[in-house]
């Protein structure tokens, strides 16, 4: 979330009880050294069944070019993680935000630190959300390179035969059941 006085991303650091202790400009909160951070994950399905994957854009600072869930980001100072995901889904899909007003916390406890091959870390704590969305998407260039709506098995089975073009977020988070079942159901 942008402060009002300036174009400044945010993103919440949270300290060693767990909780909020400041902030830090996107831009540069990732590093050889990220601290540790609030964040979200999203897995968009349609009424069909099949789930959006995205290919992360070439420009990314990290894990350029990588598959990986609908879409991810991180929750400004204040700002919820549900709210941040209506937010996000508007600038980085196109989605209207009220299309996702039934998104369900799926793992309100995961977390994650992993390191890019550039050395970049990322470590957040990351609740996921499943959310069916009805309509088409509009991926924002900067966000996404390429998109593609698969059945939630053939996405299982792809992770699975090839872990190395998933980002480890993704892969780690379909460790866990309760999201590998919502992605089937």
């Known amino acids: 979330m942008r402060t009002p006085a300036s174009d400044t991303e945010l993103v919440v650091l949270i300290g060693p009880d767990g909780r909020p202790a400041g902030t830090h400009p996107k831009a540069t909160v990732h590093s050889t050294n990220t601290p540790l951070h609030y964040a979200f994950s999203c897995y968009l399905t349609r009424p069909d ?4 994957l995205t290919r992360r854009a070439l420009a990314k600072p990290t894990w350029p070019g990588v598959w990986t869930n609908s879409m991810c980001g991180h929750p400004g100072p204040g700002e919820t993680p549900e709210a941040a995901l209506r937010r996000r889904a508007s600038q980085e899909l196109g989605i209207s935000p009220a299309a996702l007003d039934d998104a369900r916390l799926i793992l309100p406890d995961f977390s994650y630190r992993a390191t890019d091959s550039s050395g970049i870390v990322e470590w ?16 924002n260039p900067e966000e996404v390179d390429s998109w593609q709506w698969l059945p939630g098995a053939d996405v299982l089975r792809a992770v699975e035969a090839t872990p190395f073009a998933f ?8 460790d866990h059941a309760a999201l590998r079942e919502a992605l089937l159901a």
């Open 49 to 52: 069944g099949q789930v959006l």
């Open 124 to 139: 957040e704590v990351c609740p996921v959300f499943v959310a069916v969305v009805a309509g088409d998407i509009t991926p």
């Open 167 to 174: 980002s480890p977020w993704m892969r780690e988070q379909l």
